[in-house]
């Protein structure tokens, strides 16, 4: 018995060893590897593979023909592979940003197995990197006061469901008394309300915004716009879903009616200021499209209006009572004189040219808002920006 003991443990010692030997043998591959001119190199362990490609928002663009027109994507360029089987490539140098990318091995997409940074996007996974300074340095984690982030489920009786959400509370908010005013921040379709606290970096832009005293301290709610759901996928009673942007009763004018029941679970379990110069709401996409309608069926709510990249689509091709008399919902909200109307959208957006419509529309009726227009198109890149340009507007008056 003794020595059978005495096997078991020199076996276990062995196994142990050879388990360390196996994590800590070799060097590892550094991937991305950030050089000192903001160039970036990438590498990939891969000795058998034909053909390594990586694709990235890093990279040129490229147009496609989609059911919603034409679209700028990334586009692929190869790496190259050395005598180990390790293939490489390094980027040209790159203004300061948040990026993703992916490889293609053999045209299979996969994630960097050397950057463990990964983040998700309706039903793709992508890896991410960030070269610093300048805007880049508001979605990186600084030696700064730090609010809180929760996930919270609110009884929707509209929809008649438990639903999610998330809440990003400032800095100071739990040790204090204050009331805050709130900026509800909505997803485009395929999100949900892991959208803008993942892939847009909402509470790394508002605790260095307010670090820096250009926004003033606020309550953040990021919904989720799907009606038909409880919470983002595998989040809810659902199970383990695939994402995808297909749902039923998006964009028909039921998230809309639903959207005072938000509100309602909002100011009686926080601490805000419940009028109509202390909300703010703004969405990107299909958001802009909800902020949009949300504003304008209940004008007595919002103060500040922001549309990024707003799906802006034409009224008879949407069946709802929310859609319905647009034009002389529009004329009751401008008439009660919003602080702030904010559009904003890249020049290669394929939603451009309905901005452009709506904008013709406002200008026609005399309507005061503010437009910002930038380069690129339909991209977190451009609604981070909006975001960090829209927050330091609110509630200063």
């Known amino acids: 018995m003794k020595n059978l003991f005495t096997f078991a443990l020199a076996l276990l010692f062995c196994l142990c060893v050879h388990a360390q030997q196996a994590l800590w043998s070799g060097s590892p591959l ?19 593979a034909q053909q390594v490609e990586i694709t990235g928002d890093f990279l040129p663009q490229q147009q496609i023909d989609t059911p919603y027109g034409q679209m700028n ?17 390094t980027s040209a140098s790159l203004s300061p940003e948040l990026y993703n990318y992916n490889f293609l091995v053999d045209g299979l997409k996969i994630t960097d197995p050397s950057n463990v ?5 309706v039903s793709s996974i992508f890896n991410i990197f960030i070269i610093p300074g300048e805007q880049a340095d508001l979605y990186a984690v600084n030696a700064v006061p730090h609010g809180s982030v929760a996930r919270r489920w609110y009884n929707s009786p509209t929809l008649d469901m438990e639903r999610r959400l998330t809440v990003y509370t400032p800095p100071g908010y739990e040790n204090g008394k204050e009331d805050y005013p709130v900026l509800y921040l909505l997803h485009g379709m395929g999100g949900d309300e892991e959208a803008w606290i993942a892939l847009g970096r909402t ?18 709610v990021m919904t989720n716009g799907n009606a038909a759901q409880e919470a983002a996928p595998g989040e809810s009673s659902q199970g383990l879903q695939a994402p995808t942007m297909q749902l039923p009763r998006t964009m028909d004018g039921t998230f809309e009616t639903a959207f005072p029941d938000v509100i309602d679970f909002v100011e ?23 902020s949009l309608h949300i504003s304008k069926e209940y004008p007595d709510l919002f103060d500040y209006v922001g ?3 707003a799906a802006i689509l034409p009224m008879n ?12 919902k529009l004329k009751v909200q401008f008439a009660k004189n919003p602080k702030l109307y904010w559009i904003a959208i890249g020049k290669d957006d ?35 920006i909006y975001l960090s340009k829209f927050a330091p507007m609110l509630f200063q008056n």
Do not use: C
């Open 117 to 121: 940074y990964q983040i998700r996007d």
């Open 268 to 290: 009686k379990n926080y601490r805000v200021q419940k009028d109509k110069s202390h909300r703010a709401i703004s969405g990107l996409s299909m958001g802009g499209f909800h």
């Open 317 to 328: 091709q949407t069946q709802s009572p929310i859609y319905d008399n647009f034009d002389q």
């Open 30 to 48: 550094v991937s991305p590897e950030i050089n000192p001119d903001h160039s970036v190199t990438f590498r990939l362990f891969a000795p058998n």
């Open 307 to 309: 549309l990024f990249s």
């Open 350 to 384: 394929f939603l451009y040219n309905a901005n452009v419509d709506y904008r013709k529309k406002l200008d026609n009726n005399g309507y005061n808002y503010t437009y910002f227009e930038n380069g690129e198109g339909h991209i977190w890149k451009n609604w981070r």
């Open 203 to 220: 509470a790394q832009i508002m605790d260095n915004l307010i670090a820096q005293g250009k926004a003033k301290p606020m309550i953040v």
């Open 73 to 89: 994507v990334p586009g692929a360029v190869a790496l190259t592979k050395d005598d180990k089987g390790v293939w490489q490539y």
